[in-house]
C-alpha cells in the first residue's frame, strides 16, 4: 500500500529561497521542462511574482510560506510535498544572506542568523532529501555557493566561512552519491547583479565594484545547465573562473590582507554592517543617548 502510494507522487523541483535573485531565475530555467516546481520562501508577494515566472516558461508553480530557520522547516516542507502529491527529485537551496563589516561590531544576532540561513538550513534540507533521491536512483541538489567560498573574507568573515562550507559539503556529497545516478552540484558565482549587493553592503566594497557583475538569469542557465550535465562544481564567467583560480593558488598571507583592504569600510560608512553613512545610522543613536 505504501509503494502504491509513492508511485502516485509526482516529481518537482523544490527551490528553496526561490521568490528572489538566483533562486526565482533558476526556479524559471528549471520550469522549461514542463516541470512542478515547488517555489520556498516567507514572502507571499516574491513568492507570487516568482510563481508568475514558473508558470509563464512552462511550469506549474506551487507556493510554500516558511520560515526556514524554524527547527521543523523540513518536516513542513515534506508535509506540504506530500499533500500536493508530489515528491522532492530536485532540491535547490539558494537561501541566505551576507553582511559587510568586522566581525566584533556586526550584530550577534544577525551573524548568528547567517549561519542559522546559510549553513544549518541548507545542511538540514540536502540531509532530509536527498536519501530520497538515492534510494530512487535519480535526481539530487544544487546548492548556491560563492567564489567568497574559495578564501577567508576579512570584513565579511561569517559569509565567506559559510561559502566555503557549501562547497566544501557539496564537493563531499558529490563524491559520496557520484555513482548512485544522483547528482550534489555547487555553483559559485561572482557577484551577482541582485538586492543582495544592496542589503548586504558588499556592493559599496572595492572588491566588488572591481568584478563585474553578472545576470542572475546567466547564472541560473550555466547552474541549471552544470547540473544536469551532472558536474561537481559550476563557477560561471571568465571573470569568476579567474578568481577562483588566483584565490586557490595564493598563500593566505598574501590573499587575505588583500581582501581585507578591498572591502574595507569607508570611514563614512556606520561600522554596524548597515551600509549606511554613521551620522545617518549609529552615530544618531549615540547623539540621542548622550543627550538623554
Known amino acids: ?26 526556479a524559471k530555467v528549471a520550469a522549461r521542462d514542463g516541470t512542478a516546481v515547488v517555489l520556498v520562501a516567507r514572502s507571499l508577494d516574491g513568492l507570487a ?10 511550469g506549474q508553480a506551487f507556493m510554500f510560506s516558511l520560515d526556514l530557520r524554524a527547527t521543523d522547516a523540513s518536516a513542513q516542507l515534506k508535509e506540504f510535498l506530500a499533500s500536493n502529491g508530489l515528491f522532492c527529485e530536485v532540491l535547490v537551496n539558494s537561501a541566505g544572506y551576507g553582511l559587510r563589516g568586522a566581525a566584533t561590531t556586526l550584530p550577534i544576532t544577525d551573524q548568528l542568523g547567517m549561519v542559522d540561513l546559510n549553513i544549518r538550513a541548507l545542511t538540514d534540507m540536502t540531509l532530509n532529501f536527498l536519501p530520497g533521491m538515492v534510494a530512487r536512483g535519480r535526481g539530487g541538489v544544487l546548492n548556491l555557493g560563492s567564489i567568497a567560498g574559495f578564501t577567508p573574507g576579512p570584513n565579511m568573515a561569517l ?28 555553483v559559485a558565482p561572482g557577484p551577482v547583479a541582485t538586492e543582495f549587493l544592496e542589503s548586504s553592503g558588499a556592493g559599496r566594497a572595492a572588491l566588488f565594484k572591481i568584478l ?18 551532472g ?13 577562483a583560480f588566483v584565490a586557490s593558488s595564493l598563500p593566505s598571507a598574501v590573499k587575505v590582507p588583500l581582501i581585507g583592504r578591498l572591502q574595507r569600510r569607508s570611514r563614512d560608512l556606520c561600522p554596524c554592517g548597515s551600509g549606511k553613512p554613521f551620522k545617518e545610522c549609529c552615530g544618531s543613536r549615540e547623539g540621542r543617548r548622550a543627550s538623554a
Open 1 to 26: 500500500m505504501i509503494e502504491e502510494q509513492r508511485e502516485t507522487l509526482r516529481p518537482a523541483v523544490v527551490v528553496v529561497g526561490g521568490s528572489r535573485g538566483i533562486g526565482r531565475a533558476i
Open 49 to 58: 511574482a516568482a510563481a508568475s515566472d514558473v508558470k509563464e516558461a512552462g
Open 159 to 186: 559569509y565567506y566561512a559559510s561559502k566555503a562550507f557549501v562547497r566544501s559539503f557539496s564537493e563531499a556529497l558529490y563524491q559520496e552519491v557520484k555513482s548512485t545516478g544522483v547528482t550534489v552540484t555547487c
Open 212 to 229: 563585474p557583475k553578472l545576470s542572475a538569469d546567466y547564472v541560473a542557465e550555466r547552474a541549471w545547465r552544470g547540473f544536469k550535465s
Open 231 to 243: 558536474r561537481r562544481l559550476v563557477v560561471p564567467g571568465l571573470s569568476a573562473k579567474l578568481v
